[in-house]
């Protein structure tokens, strides 16, 4: 089952790129967040969005809810943004499932 | 400070020997889960709880079980645990409507 795509699945940028990593999904949610893992394995949540936009710091996350697509987006990349991203839907209210992303895994070259 | 905590952070055994993972969060979060990550497969749920006493199978529940007793504690228990289950784990907990959602540090897990 493919309810969440994320695309691409990787991605190598120079240092000071823009970078966009993008996630479609199938099922209706409550909310999408974005997560990141560094190589060490930790995983911090970065953002949790149900509309619109969100930015904090150097990175942006958008939805749009009719199209079913969200995009993750880094600023003047750096390589400290090495990791991979991973987009995770909530389930509705009513549901307990959550779905997610294989993530993307980004290389920022200095 | 929130967290989620996982003990052992890595641990090696042998093949039938029973274990358990330990996972305890300070938000009291009613939603907790299981989550195993292999390479090329991404994040796969185990099981999860919704709240004490309330657990259900994830994706992935062959060869684990969990209990829920309270609300700050859900362990990942592997009776016989067999070389398929080398992976790393992490536990997780969010609040009912999925705002806040938080991971433990990760168990890295080889069966031999």
């Known amino acids: 089952k493919n309810e969440v795509e994320q695309s691409p699945q990787n991605l190598t940028a120079q240092e000071g790129e823009f970078i966009t990593i993008n996630c479609s999904y199938s099922v209706g949610i409550s909310a999408l967040h974005w997560l990141q893992q560094h190589p060490g394995g930790g995983i911090v949540s970065l953002f949790m969005l149900s509309s619109g936009k969100k930015k904090h710091g150097r990175l942006i996350a958008t939805i749009n809810i009719q199209e079913k697509h969200s995009s993750l987006h880094i600023t003047a990349s750096h390589p400290r943004d090495s990791a991979v991203y991973i987009c995770v839907l909530s389930p509705p209210l009513t549901g307990n499932q959550f779905y997610f992303g294989t993530g993307t895994s980004l290389t920022v070259i200095p | 400070e929130a967290q989620v905590t996982q003990n052992p952070r890595y641990l090696i055994t042998v093949t039938g020997k029973k274990l358990t993972v330990t996972c305890s969060q300070n938000?009291?979060?009613?939603?907790m889960s299981w989550y195993r990550q292999d390479p090329g497969l991404g994040l796969r749920q185990i099981y999860y709880s919704m709240n004490v006493e309330v657990t259900d199978k994830g994706d992935v529940p062959e060869g684990y079980k969990v209990s829920r007793k309270e609300k700050r504690n859900f362990p990942l228990i592997l009776e016989s645990p067999s070389p398929n289950q080398t992976s790393l784990y992490f536990c997780a907990s969010t609040d009912r409507g999925g705002w806040e959602q938080y991971f433990g540090p990760g168990t890295r897990l080889t069966v031999t």
């Open positions: 938000m009291n979060h009613e939603y």
